[in-house]
């Protein structure tokens, strides 16, 4: 197992921390006053999350699991397109690292080939006059031997992807920095001009999809970008929808 070292995690202006084991790195990092960026980074979570309070698994060593904590100016009824602005920033961190055919789930799930490679958790919370943002990260470095099996779906690992695999350490740099700088660029200029990156890196782009609303209901319709605040849309027999809450369950 490569170790993690503080020291080794570059990504200039921000203060790098490493712990063995925590509970999550989210929850340590919102828990904190956020004056400067900050990269929390693990071995292990005991509790790690992902949306919608889904148990992130991950064996200790197996994955790259770290959180970014940086202060926001932006309104916060604009923070609804965080998401997707740090996926959008994953993906191209991924693919300049050699995983070409990585892409983007709506709203922030990492796919190859639509097996789960990882995926982003984005927490706010209001600091002082502005809001703090903290994007927690998961991505499979080493295969973990059974997880397909326990989560009953098909995942992807960086070690089947990357010849020779990264160290940790520089992966973890090469997924911060890509997301520094887009969130410093969101937090100046909105998500206006991160719309056209979508249709190069939508993992569904064009397809029929069926995604389950915050009530439990199932939409169908076909892909048709994304709104002005990063909300999914849908062309559906009725006309175009746009869902701001809601899970992608099936692609076609």
């Known amino acids: 197992m490569d170790q993690l070292a503080a020291g080794a995690i570059r990504v200039p202006g921000t203060e790098v921390r490493v712990l063995g084991r925590c509970t999550s790195t ?12 900050v990269l929390l980074a693990a071995d292990e979570q005991s509790a790690g999350r992902g949306r919608r309070g889904r148990r992130w698994h991950s064996p200790a060593g197996a994955g790259v699991l770290f959180s970014l904590a940086l202060p926001l100016r932006r309104p916060v009824r604009e923070l609804g397109g965080l998401s ?21 789930k709506w709203p922030n799930d990492l ?8 995926g982003i958790l984005v927490e706010t919370r209001t600091q002082d006059a502005g ?9 499979n470095h080493r295969s973990p031997t059974g997880l397909g099996a326990r989560l009953r779906r098909r995942v992807a690992a960086l070690d089947g992807l990357l010849h020779p695999l990264p160290a940790r350490n520089a992966v973890i740099a090469a997924l911060g920095r890509e997301l520094l700088q887009a969130l410093r660029a969101f937090d100046v200029g909105g998500f206006e001009p991160f719309r056209s990156d979508w249709a190069a890196l939508d993992a569904y782009a064009g397809q029929r999809l069926r995604v389950r609303l915050a009530d439990g209901r199932l939409l169908a319709g076909r892909a048709d970008g994304l709104a002005a605040d990063g909300a999914l849309q849908l062309r559906t027999r009725h006309g175009v929808r746009t869902v701001r809450n809601g899970r992608v369950v099936s692609a076609a």
């Open 26 to 37: 989210n929850t340590l990092l919102l828990a904190q006053d956020v004056g400067r960026p």
């Open 84 to 104: 997707v602005v740090a996926g959008l920033a994953a993906v191209r961190a991924l693919r300049a690292l050699g995983a070409a055919e990585a892409a983007l």
């Open 111 to 118: 796919l190859v080939r639509g097996a789960k490679l990882g």
């Open 131 to 139: 809001s703090v943002a903290v994007i927690g990260v998961g991505v």
